[in-house]
């Protein structure tokens, strides 16, 4: 892999330049400051393409951690941003005890993004695990023009089931603005905390309770020209389910809303399941048509 450093930047801060040389996609700037990490691996069949991970050090991310990454995508270029495994983020860093300014900080993720005529955004990150007690907030925009394409993943986990967490962070908040052509389109957000106590003292239902039985939800906006046989396949799924009475809610469950009225240029879908590992077939099964634009390669290696 390789990274390209420029001149110093802010803590935290990171920046993507991506344009077309030739046929080749060229980063023209891929800077970064800790605690943020960006790689990016060689591309060797793929024109037009390129990847870059998107890692923190020291395995996640902690309390008072401010990440700001801006991302420019040229015409005719396709960025794929990938993690490797899940964004984990932490109330501390692990094995370093916490100073008392530290407690309680929200760890905080912005990205804004520019995507030209003709170029493509597919965010495939894996899923955000807060561990317990951890605050977390993430803010994304993405500036798109009218002929570029779009696919952005954003889903979250309930936490270290193994080790009897089950949505027991703190706060976990999530903003997704979509901008075409300088008008908005799309404003998505997902907040999931726990209540205080209702009138008179009345008990409320945990966060657990609220969102039992799933323990991952997901959402994909879906955009462009890049993208449209997917959303006719998903289309042509959604319309063919036949809802049942069941005795139990559905191990798996997603629905599928246009962005636009009247328009099928771009779609949203919701996914939640009982376990992630489901989830995560279920949206490689369901963008799998990817493949013939970014290559076979990268796309598998968004969900090993």
């Given amino acids: 892999m390789t990274a390209l450093t420029v001149d110093k930047i802010g803590a935290g801060r990171g920046k993507v330049v991506l344009r077309l040389h030739g046929s080749t996609a060229v980063f023209s700037e891929l800077s970064y400051a800790y605690p943020l990490k960006l790689l990016s691996p060689r591309i060797e069949e793929e024109k037009g393409v390129a990847v870059v991970y998107n890692m923190?050090?020291?395995g996640g991310l902690v309390g008072g951690d401010q990440v700001q990454l801006?991302?420019?995508?040229?015409?005719?270029?396709?960025?794929?941003?990938?993690?490797?495994?899940?964004?984990?983020?932490?109330?501390?860093?692990?094995?370093?005890?916490?100073?008392?300014?530290?407690?309680?900080?929200?760890?905080?993720?912005?990205?804004?993004?520019?995507?030209?005529?003709?170029?493509?955004?597919?965010?495939?990150?894996?899923?955000?695990?807060?561990?317990?007690?951890?605050?977390?907030?993430?803010?994304?925009?993405?500036?798109?023009?009218?002929?570029?394409?779009?696919?952005?993943?954003?889903?979250?986990?309930?936490?270290?089931?193994?080790?009897?967490?089950d949505?027991?962070?703190?706060?976990?908040?999530?903003?997704?603005?979509?901008?075409?052509?300088?008008r908005r389109i799309a404003k998505d957000v997902m907040c999931l905390e726990e209540q205080g106590e209702g009138p008179g003292s009345l008990k409320r239902?945990?966060?657990?309770?609220?969102?039992?039985?799933?323990?991952?939800?997901?959402?994909?906006?879906?955009?462009?020209?890049?993208?449209?046989?997917?959303?006719?396949?998903?289309?042509?799924?959604?319309?063919?389910?036949?809802v049942f009475k069941r005795n139990a809610p559905e191990p798996l469950i997603w629905s599928l809303s246009p962005l636009l009225e009247l328009s099928k240029d771009g779609y949203i879908v919701r996914v939640a399941g009982t376990e992630t590992e489901e989830v995560k077939l279920w949206i490689e099964k369901a963008l799998r048509k990817l493949e013939s634009t970014v290559g076979t390669d990268i796309y598998r290696k968004a969900f090993v």
């Fill in 167 to 182: 949505w027991s962070f703190s706060r976990y908040y999530s903003m997704n603005e979509v901008f075409i052509d300088g």
């Fill in 70 to 165: 801006n991302v420019d995508i040229g015409q005719g270029t396709s960025l794929v941003v990938l993690t490797q495994g899940s964004t984990k983020v932490f109330k501390i860093r692990p094995g370093v005890r916490p100073s008392s300014g530290s407690i309680g900080d929200i760890t905080e993720q912005r990205m804004n993004t520019v995507v030209a005529d003709g170029g493509a955004l597919f965010l495939l990150p894996d899923p955000v695990t807060c561990f317990r007690a951890a605050s977390y907030n993430q803010l994304q925009t993405f500036h798109l023009a009218h002929g570029s394409s779009a696919v952005l993943l954003d889903w979250v986990t309930s936490g270290r089931k193994s080790l009897g967490e």
């Fill in 205 to 242: 239902r945990t966060l657990s309770e609220r969102l039992a039985p799933y323990s991952c939800y997901a959402t994909i906006i879906l955009y462009g020209p890049l993208v449209q046989g997917i959303l006719a396949d998903l289309e042509a799924r959604y319309n063919s389910i036949t």
């Fill in 56 to 58: 923190s050090y020291g």
